[in-house]
């Protein structure tokens, strides 16, 4: 079946885990996966955290799109 996929959680914990040097196979017991899936993401990432994602403030909210498409279809 496999493992769930891996949530922002368990990706904090991860990289926190690393800044403090734990090992991929002590980090990886923390978080319930194998030690090559954590070396692996860990190697794709460069070793380095990377920034948390956001969404531009510029972004149109749900109740904009609501808005817009009503006006565009003449309510």
């Known amino acids: 079946m496999g493992h ?3 949530t922002d959680e ?3 914990e991860l990289w926190d885990r ?3 040097g734990e090992t991929a196979a002590v980090i990886a017991r923390a978080v319930g996966r194998h030690a ?3 070396a692996e993401f ?3 990432a460069g070793g ?3 920034p948390r994602a ?3 403030e510029a972004r149109l909210t ?3 799109r609501e808005e817009i498409s009503r006006d565009l279809c003449g309510r």
Request: proline share 8%.
């Open 54 to 56: 956001s969404r531009s």
């Open 36 to 38: 090559v899936t954590v």
């Open 62 to 64: 749900l109740a904009q």
């Open 18 to 20: 690393y800044a403090r």
């Open 4 to 6: 769930p996929r891996m």
């Open 10 to 12: 368990y990706k904090a």
């Open 42 to 44: 860990i190697r794709e």
């Open 48 to 50: 380095i955290r990377p």
